[in-house]
């Protein structure tokens, strides 16, 4: 079973799923790509890359010193690409799930006949 | 002026372990600086503030760490001895010193302390189930010279031992080697095997089901000598020996020897310790004892200690014995001053 994965991982996976992203630049694009809300910390970001590394889904990408300043890189891993594709699969089952259902609903608002049922109560 | 930042992320940085750092506080800094320099402030803002400090205190306590196999080995005995302590303190009703809830001893803290910690582990915050460990090791020890000090129901040096010795296991980091930790257990069970005795006492007693279970239990073991060693159920402490030792005398042979074995009393029922005695030992016939001794003598008392404490629960004795009810409810019997003074009198008529 595909356990929900929360938002913020989901982004960082997502972003670094093009390739290898330092710190500044994955906060940049999570928050691009989820239309601003996922606007990360830059200590939630080191916690949940910390927690990723260890289940193995990012790994660091090697270090770059730019003006005197370290960049750390991230890329995604195998095991990442992987749990990335069962959030979509998930996320596609739901999506497809609610889109029927919705088609279904019936012509008449329920806020409608409720109020109805009121007014002759 | 990136320089000020950085010294002051650095500052900030201290939250995190030193480990943590050594590994993550130059890319962290960078990836700070980036930020602020994309904002433009040229100094820390407090969001970030904030966020490095939970970030610290999350990477030092609650950061989920590897499950330690031994730590939670050693946190589920420590919970079967926990729940084990609830069930023989459990005692609803019963109000003296060191009583806590429906608990008649204090070390119930340390019970749930261990019980939590254990749930900790489980849940993988090992780090803050050791530090629940720790408090555990400080509660039992402080619980333990508390009522040693002021005489409170507490746990006996052995149960202050087990609880102690189960915590500092449970404490002990993971990365300490298998063998120091083989070592410490070892240790620790040698100071308890001596203990087990008054525990499968007590789940004996357990199994003869009474009316008023919940009541406090005394439990006198009679020795053939007439020594009687006293407990109360769920009162580690074997220091009561004097509480029931003077009603013990009652337990005599149709011979007037002494019939060794082993009573249990309710609380209150001390001074009927001849009825329980015959009823339980099959004693039939109770001979001349201490407390009939008491009984006839209670004018001997003397005029000096009457109006003494001393000569309150020689009358209650009496009363409760003979058909003169004295009235006196069994209140008075557990107060540990009224006890003391009892055992008293008893020694001055032997």
Sequence with gaps: MVTEMREPTFWVLTVLATGRRHGYALIQEARELSGGRVDLKVATLYAALDRLGQQGLVAIDGDEVVDGRLRRYFRLTDDGAQQLEEQIVRLEANAREARARLRLRPATPLSASAATIGTTA | ??????????????????????????????????????????????????????????????????????????????????????????????????????????????????????????????????????????????????????????????????????????????????????????????????????????????????????????????????????????????????????????CRDARGGIAPGRVELRLGEEERLREVCAAQLGVTQVGADEIGRAEVGTPEVGADQVGTPQARPAQVESGELGPHEVGAGPDLLLHPAALRHSSTHQLAHP
């Excluded at chain 2, 900030?12 to 904002?39: F, H, S, T, V």
């Design chain 2, 1 to 250: 002026m990136s320089d000020e930042r950085a010294e002051e992320y650095r500052r900030m940085l201290r939250w995190y372990p030193a480990e943590w750092r050594r590994q993550n506080e130059d890319a962290i800094i960078g990836a700070l600086l980036d930020e602020d320099d994309a904002a433009r402030r040229s100094r820390p803002v407090l969001a970030n503030r904030m966020s490095l400090v939970a970030g610290g205190l999350r990477q030092r306590f609650i950061a989920p760490e590897r499950r330690s196999i031994a730590n939670l080995i050693v946190l589920s005995a420590a919970t079967a001895l926990s729940l084990f302590y609830f069930t023989i303190t459990w005692a609803p009703g019963s109000r003296y010193a060191g009583s806590i809830g429906p608990f008649s001893n204090p070390s119930v803290i340390t019970g749930v302390l261990l019980i939590a910690a254990f749930v900790l582990a489980l849940c993988g915050r090992g780090k803050t189930a050791r530090l629940l460990a720790v408090l555990g090791i400080v509660a039992e020890i402080a619980v333990g010279a508390l009522s040693q000090t002021f005489d409170w129901q507490g746990p006996s040096p052995y149960t202050v031992v087990l609880f102690a010795g189960l915590g500092l296991l449970a404490a002990t980091p993971p990365t300490l080697s298998l063998v120091k930790r083989v070592a410490a257990t070892a240790i620790v069970l040698l100071l308890v095997i001596p203990r087990p005795r008054p525990s499968s006492r007590m789940r004996k007693s357990r199994t003869t089901p009474r009316p008023e279970a919940s009541r406090l239990r005394r439990v006198a073991r009679i020795s053939s000598s007439g020594k009687v060693a006293g407990k109360v159920a769920g009162k580690i402490r074997a220091e009561s020996a004097s509480e029931v030792g003077r009603a013990g005398q009652g």
